[in-house]
Every structure is written in structure tokens, then in C-alpha cells.
């Protein structure tokens, strides 16, 4: 994977992350089976969203708030390892971007299941998931066309999963004190509005970039 096709994260000059990352390098563990992995805490996370939605024990979002920054570091660690421990393979790529697809619209998804109480809640996590991979989708095209890869938001990736996560955590307050999980749901909306604006932001900076 070239620099230019890695997303810029300040958190890889962090010390202790690049030692974790050099102690996988040394063991037995391939950056390609780090990125199967986060689809495991993925996974995880949805199901404890989809049994939040059937039972409603707050437990269950602080547990699927830990499973995305689960598989956040999964995202981080599989990049470190491939390229500074250098252990990239051919296939890299594939690993790399597919475990993602999957990952976001299953978070994103079953989020408007944990809320299904309110109205349109499920459609929105539906829109959301799609814009996800949307936003993927044209950055990808972008650079199979000759523009440079472009990871800016307002809503790429790691915006999205940091207001989901901030969203399960206000919604365990909000069950506690008022038993509704409007928090959540307004994540999502907040995402599906942002995901759309990326989309939009990133076919035009492409397009500005082949005209000229």
C-alpha cells in the first residue's frame, strides 16, 4: 500500500502505537488476518445493538461502543504492520478495503434496529450504510481515473464511527434517565447529512482535479 493510498491518521507517530505495532510485527500475525478481525468486532458490535433494540439493557451500547474502537484499532494496526513492519502482501489492498465495507453498513444498520421505537429509525440506518460505502466507493473511482485519493470528510470513516461511539455512550444516559435513544438517532441522521456532503465533496474535488 503506497502512502498515497493510506488515510492520514496523526495517531501512527505515536509511540506506543508503533510498539504494539512492531510486537505484532514479530509475531506470527499477518496484517490480512488483522483486517478479518475488525469484521469479528463488528459483528459483535451489531449484535449487541440488535439485542439492545429487542431487550433495551443499556450495557449492551457501552459494549458496542467498545467493539467499534475495537475494530478502529484493528483498521490501524493492519496498515502499521503491513507497511512499517513490512508485511504487505499483493492481496493487501483487498483486505484492506473490502473487511471495511462490510463493517460500516453492518454498524450502521443495525444502530437504527437498536432504535427501532422511533419512526423512520431503521431507514435511516439503512441511508446511512449505503452513504458509507458511497463515500468509499467514490474515492476509489476517483483514483481509478487518475485523481488522487481523497480521504476528507465532513463524514469519512473515522467521523463517522467517533459519533456513533459518542452516540452509544449519551444514549446509556438517555435510557437511564428517560428510556429513549433519540441520541443515536440523531447520529445517524447527522451521518446520512454528512456521508452525503463527503460524497459530493469528493466527486467535485475530482473533477476539479481531471479538468485541469
Same mark, same amino acid.
Given at each position: 500500500?503506497?502512502?498515497? +493510498?493510506?488515510? %492520514?491518521?496523526?495517531? !501512527?507517530?505515536?509511540?506506543?502505537?508503533?510498539?504494539?505495532?512492531?510486537? +505484532?510485527?514479530?509475531?506470527?500475525?499477518?496484517?490480512?488476518?488483522?483486517?478479518?478481525?475488525?469484521?469479528?468486532?463488528?459483528?459483535?458490535?451489531?449484535?449487541? *445493538?440488535?439485542?439492545? &433494540?429487542?431487550?433495551?439493557?443499556?450495557?449492551?451500547?457501552? @459494549?458496542?461502543?467498545?467493539?467499534?474502537?475495537?475494530?478502529?484499532?484493528?483498521?490501524? @494496526?493492519? &496498515?502499521?504492520?503491513?507497511?512499517?513492519?513490512?508485511?504487505?502482501?499483493?492481496?493487501?489492498?483487498? *483486505?484492506?478495503?473490502?473487511?471495511? !465495507?462490510?463493517?460500516? %453498513?453492518?454498524?450502521?444498520?443495525?444502530?437504527?434496529?437498536?432504535?427501532?421505537?422511533?419512526?423512520?429509525?431503521?431507514?435511516?440506518?439503512?441511508?446511512? &450504510?449505503?452513504?458509507?460505502?458511497?463515500?468509499?466507493?467514490?474515492?476509489?473511482?476517483?483514483?481509478?481515473?487518475?485523481?488522487?485519493?481523497?480521504?476528507?470528510?465532513?463524514?469519512?470513516?473515522?467521523?463517522?464511527?467517533?459519533? +456513533?461511539?459518542?452516540?452509544?455512550?449519551?444514549?446509556?444516559?438517555?435510557? $437511564? @434517565?428517560?428510556?429513549?435513544? $433519540?441520541?443515536?438517532?440523531?447520529?445517524?441522521?447527522?451521518?446520512?447529512?454528512?456521508?452525503?456532503?463527503?460524497?459530493?465533496?469528493?466527486?467535485?474535488?475530482?473533477?476539479?482535479?481531471?479538468?485541469?
Amino acid at each position: 500500500m503506497t502512502d498515497s +493510498l493510506r488515510r %492520514p491518521l496523526k495517531v !501512527r507517530g505515536v509511540k506506543i502505537v508503533n510498539n504494539f505495532a512492531k510486537y +505484532l510485527s514479530h509475531r506470527n500475525i499477518s496484517p490480512n488476518s488483522i483486517s478479518i478481525t475488525s469484521i469479528l468486532f463488528a459483528v459483535l458490535s451489531a449484535i449487541c *445493538f440488535i439485542l439492545f &433494540g429487542k431487550y433495551n439493557y443499556s450495557w449492551l451500547l457501552i @459494549f458496542s461502543a467498545f467493539f467499534i474502537q475495537c475494530r478502529l484499532l484493528c483498521n490501524l @494496526f493492519d &496498515g502499521l504492520v503491513a507497511v512499517e513492519g513490512g508485511k504487505g502482501t499483493k492481496s493487501g489492498e483487498l *483486505f484492506n478495503d473490502i473487511p471495511d !465495507r462490510i463493517s460500516d %453498513p453492518l454498524l450502521l444498520i443495525t444502530a437504527g434496529y437498536a432504535i427501532n421505537s422511533i419512526q423512520y429509525a431503521v431507514e435511516i440506518g439503512w441511508l446511512a &450504510g449505503l452513504f458509507s460505502v458511497m463515500t468509499a466507493y467514490i474515492r476509489t473511482l476517483n483514483v481509478s481515473i487518475g485523481a488522487p485519493a481523497d480521504f476528507k470528510g465532513p463524514m469519512a470513516k473515522q467521523h463517522r464511527m467517533a459519533i +456513533l461511539t459518542i452516540a452509544c455512550i449519551l444514549a446509556v444516559i438517555e435510557t $437511564y @434517565f428517560w428510556s429513549s435513544q $433519540y441520541s443515536v438517532f440523531g447520529a445517524l441522521l447527522i451521518i446520512v447529512i454528512g456521508s452525503l456532503i463527503t460524497c459530493i465533496n469528493r466527486a467535485i474535488f475530482a473533477y476539479k482535479f481531471l479538468e485541469k
